[in-house]
């Protein structure tokens, strides 16, 4: 029976045992678990032995990052696990996950992208699906908030993909907004009518306005996303529908609408269910959370 195994015998009840597991010489597992502990000040005092034992860096770029995976074969995974344990021992900490594994990555250390890194890694039967990253400040004495970010990040990139401009959490803070926000499409229908009636249109309708949106209502930016000559931008906007055309000439009205496509989008990635069209004006159409070609 090792030391770890005498401790765990001797003591009564899993707290007390993990309280004095930390006495033991080799104690990497326990404090890595403590990591990411439902208690803040276990995961304080991991995280100071972490950086006490240079297991990560106090000071400089330290990312978290969450990895979703899917496991095709059986035994793929742990294979991937031990890949990225063995591998990342002198850069990134590896940490398990609900979904897949939290990477805690002291950045200067790193020879190749972490990304690039992860992908080379991964055996023929694992799928990395996503991966969100977010910052960890050299103040923080708690990682939870950076793993949080992280996670949501991951979410955000497995329901939108390539739309996005990177995975990194402070590139999406709309977007990190917006998942916040419950999946009840009735939001959408009173609070932005003209977004449900473009998720419910022509695809190039909402195509068009939400690039013109995104592109700050600038005409020259927008047609050169489009490919299109600002004359028939002009069209395509002076023929939407009345609702549409009200809310592009009201400043709040507008950026609700811009929201609330980027949030019918969010939930559009998520697949949660449409919501009905208003009575009045209910017809044969896509739903409003129905997936729409682009």
Known sequence: MNQVEVLMNRVAGTENAFDSLRNVKDDRHFVLL??????????????????SRHWIDSYGDVRVRALLVDAIENGSLEEFERALTLN?????????????????????RADVPIEEWVHSLTPPGVQVTAIGSAALRSEEDDLMRAIDEA????????????TLPSNRAED???WRLLHAIGGDPE?????????????????????????????????????????????TLYYRLESMPEIVRE??????????LHLALKLLRLWNG???????????????SPAVLGRAAV
Do not use: F
Not at 94 to 99: A, F, K, P, Q, S
Not at 157 to 162: E, K, S
Not at 202 to 231: F, K, Q, W
């Open 151 to 162: 996670r949501t990040t991951a979410e955000i990139v497995l329901q939108l993909g390539d």
């Open 34 to 51: 403590d990591l990411h502990s439902h208690h803040r000040e276990r995961r304080r005092h991991a995280l100071r032995t972490a950086r």
């Open 270 to 284: 998520a697949a949660v269910p449409a919501a009905a069209a208003p009575a009045e004006s209910r017809r044969e």
């Open 187 to 231: 939001l959408i229908i009173s609070a932005s009518p003209a977004a449900n009636e473009l998720w419910r249109s022509d695809p190039m309708r909402r195509l068009t306005v939400e690039t013109y949106l995104d592109s700050g209502c600038n005409v020259a930016s927008a047609c050169s996303t489009l490919h299109i000559h600002r004359t």
């Open 247 to 256: 809310a592009l000439g009201d400043g709040l009205k507008r950026s609700t």
């Open 172 to 174: 999406l803070g709309a």
């Open 88 to 108: 990342g021992r002198d850069h990134t900490v590896v940490l398990m996950d609900v979904g897949g594994y939290i990477l805690v990555t002291s950045e200067r």
